[in-house]
């Protein structure tokens, strides 16, 4: 006796699904609101991170290069390629959480012969994790990192020099620092 009452809706939401073939990103969301409100009517509630229109991520790499850099600096990364969501701040250095959730980060260093680079990814204060150019014997060499933690609203996240000043940081595309929210909670 209750799939009397079901079927109608199930039979509704068939049919919303069978219509969604969007040719364009704007038809796409709008058939995707239909979904939402067939699913809605069965009593289901689609998260709000289902929606592909509210992007956090960003993308900045230095201009220049950074000789003698102190220890405890917040490296700047001042242009900026994408910052969706406008959490990380340029002049600071500093991306602040917009909202809560798990977020992804990445950065990468290039410093060539006898140039030492200690890196910490922080958040709020604490280092979280570390990468580094020791005394290298090649020309040019490179650091990676690569950083997934989970936010609050409000949490900075930051690269800084650690242990020893930075002797050689090259500028231009060679060195970056990326981040971006890959789920919701």
Not at 94 to 118: D, M, N, R
Request: hydrophobic share 40%; proline share 4%; aromatic share 12%.
């Amino acid at each position: 006796m209750m799939w009397t009452s079901v079927v109608p809706t199930l039979l509704i939401l068939l049919v919303t699904l069978s219509l969604i073939k969007a040719s364009s990103p704007a038809e796409f969301m709008g058939d995707m609101n239909g979904y939402r409100s067939a699913c809605k009517k069965l009593g289901w509630e689609p998260k709000q991170d289902c929606t592909a229109n509210h992007i956090i991520a960003f993308h900045a790499n230095i201009d220049s290069h950074l000789t003698n850099v102190p220890v405890n600096t917040t490296i700047q990364f001042n242009n900026v390629q994408l910052n969706k969501g406008g959490a990380y701040d340029p002049e600071t250095g500093i991306f602040t959480a917009p909202e809560e959730g798990v977020y992804s980060f990445a950065w990468t260093f290039l410093s060539k012969q006898g140039g030492t680079v200690y890196i910490a990814a922080t958040i709020d204060n604490a280092d979280r994790a570390h990468t580094c150019i020791g005394n290298q014997q090649s020309q040019y060499i490179s650091t990676s990192g690569h950083l997934v933690h989970e936010l609050k609203k409000g949490n900075k996240v930051w690269i800084r020099v650690w242990h020893v000043p930075a002797i050689f940081i090259h500028g231009g595309y060679y060195t970056y620092f990326s981040g971006s929210k890959i789920n919701s909670f």
